[in-house]
């Protein structure tokens, strides 16, 4: 067994126990109550999942078991000369709260390396998709076609104790992860490189052997590394965890649970938003031929933007109430290592010109930016100019917290999700009774 397989078991069996305190003693506690506006609005705030990988906090952002995003770099092993640290080492941490140490880190890489190799029909798949097919669809195909390869499935169905759906899952989330990366560079070579793809190299970590299989130098190693660990995850409720949780709450196997994650990170408001950041940029850069734009018109771009009744991608968010730390980092390694890029300097003033705009339209709750505003840009810098693949980037980080959440939710015996709905004539009659309340007991205070 591997050392990490083997922690996660010690962990979930150390867990179980208070789960099974709060169901038995606890259950009808009051955590959060549903109003109208909750209904109606997309349950924006509403307390109603629990996740113990990562919780997002509005002002501070997110924390991944209880580490902020500075201490998660600064306290994973990163390789010999490496910036940013080893992605399998945040799988580590995500899985069991422990920060890993080399060793640890080493066998866990051991692992995805075992699990590595596409089986052929991914290649013909992708292959079979028109070339103009969007990358996100293909993605999410690749990885359904694997769903034949689920040890979760073929094991259900051999029939299993409830208590060890973790083990097929862990297997299935391993197996998944350690291809990703290899279904997302064939796409690319697939897609704009005339299908000449570059074979991984089983020496190097998944930051490192992606670079080398979209054939980028040094630095694009450690921003693979950074990109995969600042998309991982984002706590429970945004489109894409919220997607991958309900698909496998039914017992779906992480096939068909992280297909349907990468669906939900395709919506513009989502994670295609980091894509829509470039082509939007692309419409500026075209009227100003290319010369980085004044203030002045700067902030015409982004009125014109919001009077044409469109959203400015890569500012605002339905949690988070302050700049994005996963923000804030991807622009501290720009000013290191990108200063001067062009894009960069258009990205740079946005983040001074859109807030205070945001602030006097008045409607966004956030006026900051969040994660999207900044990853294409670095992206583009290094040469990948196809920015309808910069969602599959994020999509491979997505999968790392997700395939976390899932083994812990077999883990935890989460049930099926299964919400009620009601029509708007209720919702009216619920807003009348509560309306002749209201003025019910305003009588009796006036009497
Ligand atoms: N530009 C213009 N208007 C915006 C806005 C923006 N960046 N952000 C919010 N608003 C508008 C909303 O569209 C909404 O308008 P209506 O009342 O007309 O419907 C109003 O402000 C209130 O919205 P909110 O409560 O502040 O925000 P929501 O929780 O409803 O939505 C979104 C959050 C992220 C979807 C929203 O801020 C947005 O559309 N941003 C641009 C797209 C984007 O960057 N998405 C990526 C978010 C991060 C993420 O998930 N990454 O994967």
Redesign the pocket.
């Known amino acids: 067994m591997s050392i990490l397989k083997e922690r996660l078991q010690q962990k979930i069996e150390e867990w179980r126990p208070r789960t099974q305190k709060l169901l038995n003693d606890y259950r009808d506690v009051v955590v959060d109550q549903v109003t109208i506006g909750h209904v109606l609005g997309g349950m924006?705030g509403l307390k109603s999942l629990v996740t113990d990988i990562s919780f997002l906090d509005p002002y501070e952002g997110i924390r991944y078991r209880g580490y902020t995003l500075p201490e998660v770099f600064e306290k994973l092993p990163k390789a010999s000369g490496a910036e940013m640290p080893y992605v399998e080492g945040l799988y580590f941490l995500l899985l069991t709260g422990d920060i890993p140490t080399e060793k640890e880190v080493a066998d866990l890489e051991d692992e995805f390396r075992k699990r590595r190799i596409l089986p052929r029909y991914v290649y013909e798949v992708i292959d079979a998709f028109p070339t103009f097919s969007p990358p996100m669809a293909i993605f999410s195909a690749a990885i359904l076609t694997m769903q034949r390869e689920s040890f979760f499935h073929k094991k259900y169905q051999g029939g299993i104790n409830k208590l060890d759906y973790w083990d097929p899952t862990f297997e299935d989330s391993l197996n998944l992860l350690a291809k990703l990366p290899e279904i997302a560079a064939y796409i690319y070579a697939k897609l704009y490189r005339d299908g000449k793809r570059i074979q991984a190299n089983p020496n190097l970590d998944m930051g490192a052997n992606f670079a080398h299989m979209m054939g980028i130098p040094k630095p694009y190693d450690d921003v693979a590394r950074m990109n995969f660990i600042l998309h991982a995850d984002h706590e429970g409720g945004?489109v894409s965890a919220h997607a991958g949780h309900l698909v496998g709450s039914s017992l779906s196997d992480m096939y068909l649970a992280i297909s349907a994650m990468i669906n939900g990170l395709a919506g513009?408001?989502?994670?295609l938003?980091n894509q829509e950041v470039l082509r939007w940029l692309q419409d500026l850069m075209e009227k100003m031929n290319g010369q980085v734009p004044t203030e002045e018109e700067m902030k015409q771009f982004v009125w014109d933007t919001?009077n044409a009744g469109q959203?400015?991608?890569?500012?605002?968010?339905?949690v988070l109430r302050k700049t994005d730390p996963r923000y804030t980092l991807q622009r501290e390694f720009c000013l290191k290592h990108m200063k001067d890029d062009l894009l960069f300097q258009y990205v740079d003033m946005l983040y001074k010109v859109v807030p205070p705009i945001?602030k006097e339209q008045g409607?966004?709750?956030?006026p900051w930016p969040?994660?999207?505003a900044q990853s294409g840009v670095i992206n583009w810098h290094y040469g990948i100019t196809e920015y309808e693949f910069y969602t599959v980037l994020f999509g491979i980080g997505r999968a790392i917290g997700i395939t976390a959440n899932l083994i812990w939710d077999r883990a935890l015996g989460y049930p099926i999700e299964r919400p009620r709905s009601v029509t708007t004539e209720m919702l009216e009659k619920i807003a009348m009774k509560s309306r002749e309340l209201k003025s019910a007991k305003k009588g009796t205070l006036q009497q």
């Open positions: 924006r945004n513009p408001l989502h994670g938003a919001l959203v400015v991608p890569g500012y605002g968010h339905a945001l409607k966004a709750k956030n969040n994660v999207d």
